[in-house]
C-alpha cells in the first residue's frame, strides 16, 4: 500500500472548510493556489489547468481486472495536509503494512521472480493479453473480467457521443481483426443475458465490424448516476471531441452531480475540472442543447462559432429558425444582429433580407427562342410581354385554376 502526504493550502483551498475523507472524491473541485501559474504552464503543455487526480486515480483503478471495493483508494484531510492511500492490487499486502519498506522488499522471492519473467515478456512481446498474464503470472482471472457474446452489448442510454465508421474506426476494426480486443470493455448488468456499456462503444462497434462474436468485458456494479459519470469521464478525453458531443456529455454529467447533492456553481466547476474548463465554460457548453439540431450541425462543421452558437441558443425556437433560413439563403450572421434579437430590437432586419433574397432567387427567365414557338415572327418583346402579362391576369382572376 502506498501512501502519499501533501500540504494543503488552507487559506483557499475547498478542502478546508470540509474534509475530504467526508465528501466523494469524484466531485470534490479543484482549486490552484496560483491560478494564473497554472495557466501559463497549462498554454505550455506542462501541466492542466486544473487538477482532475482523484477521478484519474479512481478510475485507473476500477479498471484493473483484479480491482474490487475493498482496494478503492482513499483520501482523507484536515487543516494542514491530505493524505492518498493507494492499495497495492497485485498482491495480498496486509493493511498494517509498514509504511518505509519498498515494494521490492515487500514482495517474496517468487513474487519477484514472476514480475521480472512478466516484465521481460511485456518487453518482447507487445501482443500479450490477460489470458498469457494470468498464466505467467499463475493465477486466475478474476470474476470481473469475462468475455460474453458482443450482441448482448448495447449502447449507453442516451450516449452523447458518436460512433462515425470513418477511417479512424477502418483503422481500429483491421487491428481489432488482427488481434482482438486488448483493452476489455467496461459494461455494467442490466439483466441477466444483457450489458450497458460504459466505456468502450467504439471497440464494440468495430469487433462487430470485424466480426468478433465475443469480446472481454470488465463488469461494475454502478448506479445510474455514477455509471452517467464515469462513462463521460472516460470518452471526454479524447482527442477530437465535436461540440455537441461536450455538450451532451456536460449535461448528462451535471445531472449526475447534482442527483449527488452537489448544485449551483459547485456542481459546475466539478464537470468542468476533468478538462481544465471553469463552471461557466461548462454552462456555456449546456446551452449549445437548446439549438436546432441543424443548428447544432452547423456549429459541429465550425460554420458558427460557438460564442455567437451560445447567444443563438437562447433565441426562441422560432427566432433560431428565422436565423437557419437565413444561412441557408447564403446571409452571415453577426453576434450583434443576434443580440438586437434578443433585446427585441430591430428583430425584422434578418427576415426582411431573407425576404429580399427570397424573391431575388424566384426571378424567372424564359429564353426568346422558347417564347418564338408560341408568337408570330414580328412579335415585339413589348407586344409579347402585354400578352403574358394579360394571359396571367386572367389566370389570376380565375382562382389561378388550371
Known sequence: MLQHKGIINCSSSYECRSFLQDRDPLTVPSTRRNPVLADVFNRLGYMERKGSGFGKIISGYEFQINYDESKRPSFR????????????????????????????ESMSE????????ILHYLNTNKEINSSIAAKLLKVEITDGLKEIDVDKLHDFSNYPFKVSDDEK?????????????????????TNDEEYEIISGHRRTHAARLAGIEKVPVIIR?????????????????????????KAYAFQMKLEAIQHKGIKGEESREVVGEANGLSGRQVSR???????????????????????????????????????????????KVSLEQVKAIKNKEKSTDIIERSEEKTQQSAKVTISRKKLKQYFPENYTKAEMENIIYQLLEKWKSDGYDI
Open 77 to 104: 484531510s484536515d487543516r494542514y495536509q491530505f493524505t492518498v492511500v493507494m492499495p497495492n492490487l497485485n498482491y495480498d499486502v496486509s493493511q498494517e503494512f509498514e509504511e518505509n519498506k519498498t515494494m521490492s
Open 110 to 117: 517468487l513474487e519477484r521472480t514472476r514480475m521480472q519473467i
Open 169 to 189: 474506426m477502418e483503422e481500429l476494426t483491421e487491428s481489432i481483426r488482427e488481434r482482438g480486443v486488448l483493452l476489455p470493455i467496461l459494461v455494467r448488468k
Open 221 to 245: 456494479e454502478l448506479s445510474d448516476d455514477d455509471a452517467t459519470i464515469v462513462m463521460v469521464d472516460s470518452n471526454i478525453q479524447r482527442e477530437e471531441i465535436l461540440p455537441s458531443e
Open 285 to 331: 457548453y449546456i446551452k449549445l442543447t437548446n439549438l436546432l439540431p441543424e443548428l447544432l450541425e452547423m456549429v459541429d462543421e465550425k460554420k458558427i462559432a460557438i460564442k455567437l452558437a451560445v447567444e443563438i441558443a437562447e433565441l426562441s425556437e422560432n427566432e433560431q429558425q428565422g436565423i437557419l433560413d437565413y444561412f441557408n439563403l447564403g446571409y
